[in-house]
T-cell receptor, first 112, second 111 residues
Framework: DGGITQSPKYLFRKEGQNVTLSCEQNLNHDAMYWYRQDPGQGLRLIYYSQIVNDFQKGDIAEGYSVSREKKESFPLTVTSAQKNPTAFYLC???????????FGPGTRLTVL | SQQGEEDPQALSIQEGENATMNCSYKTSINNLQWYRQNSGRGLVHLILIRSNEREKHSGRLRVTLDTSKKSSSLLITASRAADTASYFCATVVNRDDKIIFGKGTRLHILP
């Protein structure tokens, strides 16, 4: 059953904590992406990776970090430096950067 | 400012009617993509239309692209309750191959 998965579905964080959101795909896609979505808004790009061991900052990378040690996995860490992390986080992958993306189900992060 | 902007922001129509959403963009594109998002879920890709194409169909969906006006439209015919969702256009910009999403149109199908 091919696809892209994210875990957990809901995540609660205390202020000052780092948390890591998981994203895994078995579609054999080279490119992977992390987006943030706020209520009633579109998607804003946090980080993207076109190949293993390489990644680039998107439009709102401050306070976030990523790694791409395996083709299948692209975890996102929300650090304590991110001042307003409460949002819906979406991971996506694509065969090629210019082609359409497959999205995971999302992780809703809430800061307590 | 946004590369892709959908219009209207929200749309309510009766079941069975056609729904039309528009997307305008500013710079030269490689392709334009439409996605659907059900509440609290990830996005699902609907149609990709390349810059040298003018129209594409997929089931009840019809997408047009007018590069001279830098605009695209998504038509959903014979709407159903299950079409209630947000619809996003995304443009792949020629300059750097980056994909940029608009803020979406919230479509509500009334029974």
């Amino acid at each position: 059953d091919g696809g892209i998965t994210q875990s957990p579905k809901y995540l609660f964080r205390k202020e000052g904590q780092n948390v890591t959101l998981s994203c895994e795909q078995n579609l054999n896609h080279d490119a992977m992406y992390w987006y943030r979505q706020d209520p009633g808004q579109g998607l804003r790009l946090i980080y993207y990776s076109q190949i293993v061991n390489d990644f680039q900052k998107g439009d709102i990378a401050e306070g976030y970090s990523v790694s791409r040690e395996k083709k299948e996995s692209f975890p996102l860490t929300v650090t304590s430096a991110q001042k307003n992390p409460t949002a819906f986080y979406l991971c996506a992958s694509s065969i090629k950067e210019t082609l359409f993306q497959f999205f995971g189900p999302g992780t809703r992060l809430t800061v307590l | 400012s946004q590369q892709g902007e959908e219009d209207p922001q929200a749309l309510s129509i009766q079941e069975g009617e056609n729904a039309t959403m528009n997307c305008s963009y500013k710079t030269s594109i490689n392709n334009l993509q439409w996605y659907r998002q059900n509440s609290g879920r990830g996005l699902v890709h609907l149609i990709l239309i390349r810059s040298n194409e003018r129209e594409k169909h997929s089931g009840r969906l019809r997408v047009t692209l007018d590069t001279s006006k830098k605009s695209s439209s998504l038509l959903i015919t014979a709407s159903r309750a299950a079409d209630t969702a947000s619809y996003f256009c995304a443009t792949v910009v020629n300059r750097d191959d980056k994909i940029i999403f608009g803020k979406g149109t919230r479509l509500h199908i009334l029974p």
